[in-house]
């Protein structure tokens, strides 16, 4: 069974910096592009980052871009976003999800929420 | 404000048919696959649609996709009390090398 677990959300201050971690099990996560999307509340969906199956390739939102930094360990089969210079407009539930954009992402982890808040 | 633009929301009654339209342009839509995510309260999304047109296992016929030059389309026929929910288009875009979902659709099932 596909999983997916994030976990490292929670309360930061204006300015400081969390790492979150997605936890992936039950397929070959070092064949797959993977994903960060954000949920502010009662808001839509916004894509983060992406990054390619061996890690040689990111992508970021201009909004994140140069605050935050999408990696992975193939050999832990975990995915990261750390996230730097967090602002009030981070606050959000941050999922990961696998899959290129091509294919859709068929799987979602059940998200971690940080409040970007003093 | 999204790149793609969806109806804030849509409604029919149990048993009819709804569309709910992602409009983009051609750095987007129009060159790259759609696919579309149905996120019921509280829960995770779920892929409904990918590759404009294609269901994944496990998602009924009722669902539908399609797509021609810079608009996709979702169609659902047959509809339920349970497909209440908020559903998103998104692809990629070339010009912004990222991302993107449209702003979502919330339908209702009266």
């Known amino acids: 069974e596909v999983q997916l677990v994030e976990s490292g959300g929670g309360l930061v201050q204006p300015g400081g910096s969390l790492r979150l971690s997605c936890a992936a099990s039950?397929?070959?996560?070092?064949?797959?592009?993977m994903n960060w999307v954000r949920q502010g509340p009662g808001k839509g969906l916004v894509w983060v980052s992406r990054v390619n199956s061996d890690g040689s390739s990111t992508n970021y939102a201009d909004s994140v871009r140069g605050r935050f930094t999408i990696s992975r360990d193939n050999a832990k089969n975990t995915l990261y976003l750390q996230m730097n210079n967090l602002r009030a407009e981070d606050t959000a539930v941050y999922y990961c999800?696998?899959?290129?954009?091509?294919?859709?992402?068929?799987?979602w982890g059940q998200g971690s929420l940080v409040t970007v808040s003093s | 404000q999204s790149v793609l633009t969806q109806p804030p929301s849509v409604s029919a009654a149990p048993g009819q048919k709804v569309t709910i339209s992602c409009s983009g342009s051609?750095?987007?839509?129009?060159?790259?696959?759609v696919s579309w995510y149905q996120q019921l309260p509280g829960t995770a999304p779920k892929l409904l649609i990918y590759e404009d047109n294609k269901r994944p296992s496990g998602i009924p016929d009722r669902f539908s996709g399609s797509k021609s030059g810079t608009s996709a389309t979702l169609g659902i026929t047959g509809l339920q009390t349970g497909d209440e929910a908020d559903y998103f288009c998104a692809t990629w875009d070339s010009s912004l090398s990222a991302g993107v979902f449209g702003g979502g659709t919330k339908l209702t099932v009266l």
């Open positions: 039950g397929f070959a996560f070092s064949s797959y592009w």
């Open positions: 999800a696998r899959g290129a954009f091509f294919e859709g992402f068929g799987y």
């Open positions: 051609s750095s987007n839509i129009e060159n790259y696959s």
